[in-house]
């Protein structure tokens, strides 16, 4: 009896310890590089950082394509958004949605909305949404302007066109959409730190009106780090996840 007793228990306990060392060496892989990966977001902070001492050089290099009409400038946004995204570890449709892709969104009036991105917060059925809102124009005129005059002019019209792309964007209410479950702001991105550090300076009002407005303003830096943190949470979504199956697994062997 002692022997058929102790067998039957091995058959319960053998897969299970299976189970659970197959759970922690999981864990291990998952987090094993924990540590390397904060050195580098770090990394990755420091440089963002540094891009404000780099600007005027950086600058000359894309002056030409950004200038030429707002659709360019728009697209420049959206393509640096979506890289970092990438860059992030992020996977599109199972942790972000570009464009409301397939989710065919409407507003009141019936017309299509599509914010540059959906950001699924774990485990998927909450969202952040981003969109990218570039005003560059007047800001690089303002940089490379020499006269004073006209510099102060330069930042007159980029203050003002910030300022229009929060109310525009406040406008369109992409957090009242009944199809998403949104946070009750919606994140502006400007895709240029120094941008957003001359707005933010030039006028200390610039963050109250886009609070006012229900909206968060966004640089490279702050977007990386958000990112950064709905990739850990999904990584510790994917464990939790990872321990039921172990537990459901022990429930059956129980049974």
Known sequence: FKTESKDTLDQIINPLNKEIEKLKNNIDIKFGNESKERHHLQNELKKLVNTHDQSNKELSRFTDAITKDSKEQGDLGELVLEQLLIDAGLVENKNYILQAKDLRLKDS???????????????????????????????????????????????????????????????????????????????????????????????????????????????????????????????????????????????????
């Open 109 to 255: 009036e019936g017309k299509t909305q599509q914010p540059d991105v959906i950001l699924k917060i774990p485990p998927g059925n909450k969202h952040i949404i981003i969109d990218s809102k570039v005003s560059l124009t007047h800001f690089v005129n303002c940089n490379t302007e020499s006269d004073e005059n006209l510099k102060k002019i330069h930042l007159k019209k980029f203050l003002e066109s910030v300022k229009t792309h929060i109310t525009q964007l406040n406008s369109k209410r992409y957090q009242d959409q009944y199809k998403l479950k949104s946070l009750e702001y919606v994140i502006m991105f400007m895709p240029r730190r120094n941008a957003y550090e001359l707005a933010t300076k030039s006028d200390p009002n610039l963050l109250i009106l886009a609070e006012n407005n229900d909206i968060m303003i966004a640089h490279e830096g702050s977007i990386v780090a958000l990112l950064k943190l709905i990739y850990r949470m999904w990584r510790l979504e994917g464990i939790n996840q990872d321990a039921l199956d172990v537990i459901k697994k022990a429930d059956l062997l129980d049974k």
